[in-house]
């Protein structure tokens, strides 16, 4: 006979031992709560986890303790029941911070080089220089906030790329194509002769390969979205990726390819368009995907930092509770052993009842 956890309750079934099938009894009991937790007391957190108070790494200490730092009480949580696989929300409340700040840069970087580009490259206003020289900038911290390691819970599911760090790095060697472009284009503004023909060289080389380059961006930040549980999140950003995989090459070609007119033209024209136009609606589709998961961040922020509170208002609660209880009992004590005073008992008055004889110590007899 066997027992089967299921939902709060337990199942009895018993087993055949010839035929081997078993026959679940329609017999079921349910499990206090404070069973379950009693079951989870005495369990070592085995991962880096901060104190949700003070940011104290619990890692080694028990859960149903406190932390030694300030006393706050260790629950087993979400991340520590064995039955859950935690997601961005149940992330540390300074890691969400800060990837919500990157994934900020993120989002005002890609606008600033796409207005860098069109003001820049259509308009050839001077302008559009500098303003894709500072996008390249924020663009540039913004992912080297986002690839930052993420924290490893109790239940974190490692990921093939979040958890690469040859992907993160070369993610952060990236952006080097763009923070030249926006300086070639700056240099070719500011000067002139065959330098300035050398930046903007530069410029035509930098910006398509840059391009290609949001391919990496956005499959590492559907990795962040899956870690989010947003299926239609994954779904888009993945989406974005191949549209980008596929319209950036053609334009880089088309750009670097001036055949003579004649059909080879025809075929890089036709090309080159369908590829802007690609390009276009997976890099509007890719920041659309970008600002919904940094709008994503922002409310895991401030639901877990509102969970923080509601925990901090609980625990002190719980404490103050135990505190009255005590007195309560204590109180309840001294009142039931001042009512009877056989409750009191002296050990020197009551020796004889007690069995115990006092009386002179005899002497040995050496004396």
Known sequence: MGGELIAGAVRIETIDPSSGRSDRLGISMAIN????EKMMQNQVISRDRPCPRCDYNLRGLS????????????SAGRSSSGMFVDTLVDAPIRYLKQLTAGLALLALG????????????WLAEDSGAFVLAGASVAWWLGVFIITTR???????????????SRVRWVLRCVPVLWFLAGAAASMQVITSGPGSEIAFTIYQICVPLGLISFIAIAIYLSSLAEWASDEGLVSRIRLSAWGLGVGMPLIAVGSLMNPSPGPMYLIFYVGSLAGFWMGFLASMLFGFSLVQLMLM??????NATSGKDRDIRVAELKARHSAEMAERS???????????????IDPLSDADALDIKIGPVPESPDG
């Not at 993420?150 to 690469?164: F, G, K, S, W």
């Open 297 to 302: 961040g922002i409310w895991a922020t401030n």
């Open 63 to 74: 859960v149903g303790g406190v932390c030694p730092e300030c006393g706050y009480p260790i």
């Open 330 to 344: 204590f109180q309840a004590a001294e009142a039931a052993r001042k009512s009877d005073p056989a409750n009191d």
């Open 110 to 121: 890609g606008v600033g080089l796409y207005l860098g580009m069109f003001v820049y490259g």
């Open 150 to 164: 993420r924290p490893m819970q109790d239940h974190t599911v490692r990921d093939a790329i979040l958890e690469n």
């Open 33 to 36: 709560p404070r069973t379950l």
